[in-house]
Structure formats: C-alpha cells, structure tokens
C-alpha cells in the first residue's frame, strides 16, 4: 500500500515570500493532518480535516497559514508571508475511522516537507 | 502546549543493551502511542496502550502506562544499531476529538 506522499521534500525561500506544500494521504484515509516541527521539538498539530471539512485548526496562525481539502483527498498548506520562525518541517499524516473501536487511532506520516527561511 | 514529556531526553547505550525511556502527560487521555523519527524520515507508529490498559508487548517493544501517575514507559530490548532514533510519546486527550499531542522527544543512540 502506498503511503502519504508529500512533495516538495525541500524548500528555501526569503523571510515575506509564500510557499505551498502538498500533501496526498493514503487511499481511502477521511482524516488528513498537517503538523509543524521545529528543530529538536516534538510535531505540533496546524490543521486537521475530516474528508474536507476543517475539525481542528485551533493551533494554526490563521494570519499567515491557510489550508484546504476541496475535494477530500489531497490538501496544500501556504505560509503567506513567511517570517523567519517558520523554519520547520511540515508533516502531513492521514488515518481512518475504525468502526470496530470508534476510533482513528493510528496516523502515518508522510516523510515532511523541510522549510528554510531565510 | 505539550501533553507529553519525554525523560530522558537523550539516552546512549551499547548494542544490546535494554534501553527504557519515559513519558508523563497531564490531562486524561483515550490511548497513549509511541512514535519513532528516523533522522531525515518520517514519524512511524510503534505500538498504542488505550487507557484501560496496563501493559503491551510488540516485538522487542514493551509499553507500560500508568494512568494514576499519568506516565507511561517504552522498553526496547536487546537493542540494535538499527534502534538509533528519535522516539516520541503522544496523547489522545479524552477532549481533543483524536487530536495527538506529542511530547519532545528522547533522542536514542544505539553504539555497535
């Protein structure tokens, strides 16, 4: 089975310009996160969408960050305009709802999109 | 802000060795996972203790989780080389609506 893919794996832009990271979950997966993890730090959850509706985004910096699923499936997650602090990697997990436990447990990471900001 | 806090945070044993690291969270949660972090990969689930759980084994993993001290450990035994990661405890906390909060992290490095 084919796992989360994201793309780019690497980015370097200047503090003020945006960028976009796309992440495609794995097939049939509702739920999609996206996480933000800074160097030495445990992830942070940005985001989490349950088919396309936003369920969490609590933590994400609505001034700056934006995300969408328009379709359920794949997302993009843009940074306009990006500060210094910024400077992270940008994971995106997927995971499905278990009917059998009434749950989501399990989420599996995609290998994160590395962010420099110069 | 973390639920989770990892001890130690950076943990260095021989090949062979057990190696145990800890995690202590502080709301009430549905189920506690553990993760591993290759350096330059992703993040990889290891094993999930629901919280009416005490114990759980998984290869040369064993997860202990004490709800009453709020503390769970993750007992890796007869290490390897191949060991050496990044491993994180995260929380589903009973009011997140599975929302995972991860801890710092124990960087662990396994010597041949």
């Known amino acids: 089975e084919a796992g989360v893919a994201q793309s780019p794996r690497y980015k370097i832009i200047e503090k003020r310009q945006s960028v976009a990271f796309w992440c495609n979950p794995i097939?049939?997966?509702?739920?999609l996160y996206w996480y933000q993890q800074i160097l030495g730090q445990g992830p942070k959850l940005l985001i989490q969408?349950?088919?396309?509706?936003?369920?969490?985004d609590s933590q994400l910096p609505k001034d700056r960050f934006s995300a969408e699923r328009l379709k359920g499936v794949d997302s993009t997650l843009k940074i306009q305009p990006a500060k210094l602090e910024d400077s992270a990697v940008y994971l995106c997990?997927?995971?499905?709802?278990?009917?059998?436990?009434?749950?989501?447990?399990?989420?599996?990471f995609g290998p994160g999109t590395r962010l420099l900001v110069l | 802000s973390q639920q989770g806090e990892e001890d130690p945070q950076a943990l260095s044993i021989q090949e062979g060795e057990n190696a145990t690291m800890n995690c202590s969270y502080k709301t009430s949660i549905n189920n506690l996972q553990w993760y591993r972090q290759n350096s330059g990969r992703g993040l990889v689930h290891l094993i999930l203790?629901?919280?009416?759980?005490r114990e759980k084994h998984s290869g040369r993993l064993r997860v202990t989780l004490d709800t009453s001290k709020k503390s769970s450990s993750l007992l890796i035994t007869a290490s390897r080389a191949a060991d050496t990661a990044s491993y994180f405890c995260a929380t589903d906390e009973e009011t997140s609506g599975s929302r995972l909060t991860f801890g710092e992290g124990t960087q662990l490095t396994v010597n041949p």
């Open positions: 203790i629901r919280s009416n759980e």
């Open positions: 969408f349950q088919n396309n509706g936003v369920v969490d």
């Open positions: 097939s049939g997966h509702a739920t």
């Open positions: 997990a997927s995971s499905f709802w278990d009917d059998g436990t009434g749950g989501q447990e399990t989420q599996y």
